[in-house]
């Protein structure tokens, strides 16, 4: 853990907003900091304290003599905040939108789908949370004495950790999901983005939600480490690499700290020769290129039938043409990386390809007239499962394109990753498809679209295999936040009389219950 020292001159929240105070308390205690840069332009947006373990655990503190209030109010209550919140982010969304295209060197159009992603998912968790989270009837079963339900129960004070390609949806999402649950939040954003949710948390505050719900932290891995062994937070979300998603996992297995893990992705799609190819080339590239393929769910390996494969590279030719790459205000597909260990990734990937004899259909070189991490988005081929482009994530605007011979090898190679996040299955035959889909071992399944399975609120998103622990979104993800609690109560007629199976134990009860065993289940 090699935090560098520096002393902090500046307020640098007030670079994001200078009418507001700063939401980093207690700036005049902080000693050391870290800078963030615009990646599109190389140019420093400004520092931030890099909380100490104490630092951290204060926050945490103020989350716990918070979480008191907010669990005691009612779901239509915390709903109506959550709202309060969702409004506020629509209608000042350009303010959002520059801050994330500042810190991340995005598009305008892929920040703007970030914030309506984000939009649909409040609405979701305060509209259907309600129900959701609501005590729910069970069955007694046998026992029709028995009166059964659940309640969910909030776990206290969540940690989130998030990371730096979706830095608004990745945050707000398990913030909203923790709250609605009854919880709240203390959040470490990742150190390369962390004004986004510097931006949610004065949001918070300009929209009116209850005082000290949200807390953030900012810095390193020493912030997120400390948020993870704290005994005061008790559970955590984790966005980022399946390296670190492992230490933290491992550290919450050991105080049995229950923890959600959103991790990396291979994601293959698989085009027959029955698909819409026009579409399906399309879906490739954007799949692929979109938030310059920083995305855990973007296409990173093609496969496409023998038939067509020829067909299917000459027309990703003729779309990549189309596509145009540069700063914001040229209003391009394609803006710049976020990160420069993450380019070094991708070059290496890149390299280890060609050695091994794959070559580029289209792109692949930094774009050197640019001053920040433009990288031209690469079609790649001659690839195979030994190449770290078709095994290892690599995480940037790339796509490999593999030929198969038959269902059978396309459902072997899209497996044959230690990943299960995503994939996509194109043709145009929806039984097949279906069919397929249930011999693919990832968490989400797109048949003929890609990524769209993210921005729908109601499906439950996360990994098989080394992509994840756990969900997020859906019912499955909002009780994930709950600690579930199973209450039995006895109907009116049964109030005052023994179970069979109390004591004293006797012979002829033992015949009984064994005759009934029998009968029942025999
Ligand atoms: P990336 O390399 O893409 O930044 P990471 O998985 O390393 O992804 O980091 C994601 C988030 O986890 C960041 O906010 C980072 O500061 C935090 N982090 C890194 N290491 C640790 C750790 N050991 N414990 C807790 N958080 C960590």
Redesign the pocket.
Known sequence: ?NQKSKKSKTNPVSLVNKQKPNPVTKQKRMTASFEIFNPATLTKIGELPLYTAEMVEEKILLAKQAQIIWSAKSLRERAKELILFRKFLANNKEEMISCICNETGKTKMDALLEVFTTLESIDYVANKGIKILASEKRSGGLMIQKKCYVNYHAHGVVGV?????YPLILSVTPIMNALMAGNTVVI?????TPYTTLKALEFFQRAGLTNGILQVVT???I???A??NSPNTNMIC????T???K??AE?CGKMLKPVVLELGGKDPMIVFKDADLRRAVRGALWGGFANAGQTCISVERVYVEKAIYNEFISLLKEEYGKIKQGSKEEFPSVGSMT?P??VEIVESHYKDAKAKGAFFVAGGKRILAEKGLFHEPAIVIGVNHEMKIMSEET?GPEISVMEFNSEEEAIYLANNSEYGLSASIWTSDSTRAKSIAQKIQAGSICINDVVANYMISDLPFGGFKKSGLGRVHGKEGLRAYAQIQAVTINRWFWRFSDELWWFPYSKKIYSYVSRAVKFLFG
Request: net charge positive; proline share 6%; glycine share 12%.
């Open positions: 853990m950790i998030s990371p730096w390609n470490k954003p990742s150190e390369v810095g390193k891995e912030a997120g480490a948020l993870v984790f966005t980022g690499s390296a670190t998603g230490i933290i550290a990160l260990r993450q995480f």
